[in-house]
T-cell receptor, first 118, second 115 residues
C-alpha cells in the first residue's frame, strides 16, 4: 500500500518570494513521483515527474522537485513565484513495477493550496 | 501530452435520476482508464479502473451497482451514477495512461450536482 502526505494544506506567499510545498510518501515498493497542478474548476495538469535518473527534476515554468529516497520526500520548490502560480498542487505516487492490478494507479496527497499575493 | 476529454463538464440533476459521464482519449488508445472522485477541498480518490473488453475493477468501498463503468472502445469509457443522491455531488475526473503507464493524462473533470 502507498500513502502520500502533503504537510501544508495552505501556503500563502507574496509575489517573487520563494516557496516550498512539502510532500512525503510511504510505499513498500519502488515508485514514480509526480506533482500535478489544478486551477479552479479545471482538471489536473502534470507539472513534473520523477521516474528514474537524476533526482532533481524541473518544469518548464520554473518549478523543481528533488527526490530524496532516504527521507521519502519529493518537495516542490520555486525560487520566485508569480500571481499566476496560485492554484492547488497535488503530489502523487504510482507503483513503478510492471503489471499487476495496481499498475498505473495514482495515490494522491491531500493537496496544497498555494496563494500568491501581490 | 495526450488529450483526454470529458462530457459533460457540468451537470445538475434531480435526486433519483441517473447521469452518464463520458471520458474520451482523443489522440491515443487506452485499454485502461481510471475514474477519480474529488470531494470539496479534498484530494482525489480512485474509484475504479475501467478495462476495455472486461469488467471494471472497483476500489474498496465503491459501490459497483451505483457507479456503473463501461469501457466501450479503446477511446471511450463511461461512468454512470445511478439513482443519484445529493451525497453523490462531486467532481469526477477520468484519466488515461501514457506509454509505459508512467504518466496519467487527466480529463478536465465533470462537476455533478444532485438536487
Amino acid at each position: 500500500a502507498q500513502s502520500v502526505t502533503q504537510l501544508d494544506s495552505q501556503v500563502p506567499v507574496f509575489e517573487e518570494a520563494p516557496v516550498e510545498l512539502r510532500c512525503n510518501y510511504s510505499s513498500s515498493v519502488s515508485v514514480y513521483l509526480f506533482w500535478y497542478v489544478q486551477y479552479p474548476n479545471q482538471g489536473l495538469q502534470l507539472l513534473l515527474k520523477y521516474l528514474s535518473g537524476s533526482t532533481l527534476v524541473e518544469s518548464i515554468n520554473g518549478f523543481e522537485a528533488e527526490f530524496n529516497k532516504s527521507q521519502t520526500s519529493f518537495h516542490l520548490r520555486k525560487p520566485s513565484v508569480h500571481i499566476s502560480d496560485t492554484a492547488e498542487y497535488f503530489c502523487a505516487v504510482s507503483h513503478s513495477g510492471a503489471g499487476g492490478t495496481s499498475y498505473g494507479k495514482l495515490t494522491f496527497g491531500q493537496g496544497t493550496i498555494l496563494t500568491v499575493h501581490p | 501530452g495526450a488529450v483526454v476529454s470529458q462530457h459533460p463538464s457540468r451537470v445538475i440533476c434531480k435526486s433519483g435520476t441517473s447521469v452518464k459521464i463520458e471520458c474520451r482519449s482523443l489522440d491515443f488508445q487506452a485499454t485502461t482508464m481510471f475514474w477519480y472522485r474529488q470531494f470539496p477541498k479534498k484530494s482525489l480518490m480512485l474509484m475504479a479502473t475501467s478495462n476495455e473488453g472486461s469488467k471494471a475493477t472497483y476500489e474498496q468501498g465503491v459501490e459497483k451497482d451505483k457507479f456503473l463503468i463501461n469501457h466501450a472502445s479503446l477511446t471511450l469509457s463511461t461512468l454512470t451514477v445511478t439513482s443519484a443522491h445529493p451525497e453523490d455531488s462531486s467532481f469526477y475526473i477520468c484519466s488515461g495512461p501514457g506509454l509505459g503507464y508512467n504518466e496519467q493524462f487527466f480529463g478536465p473533470g465533470t462537476r455533478l450536482t444532485v438536487l
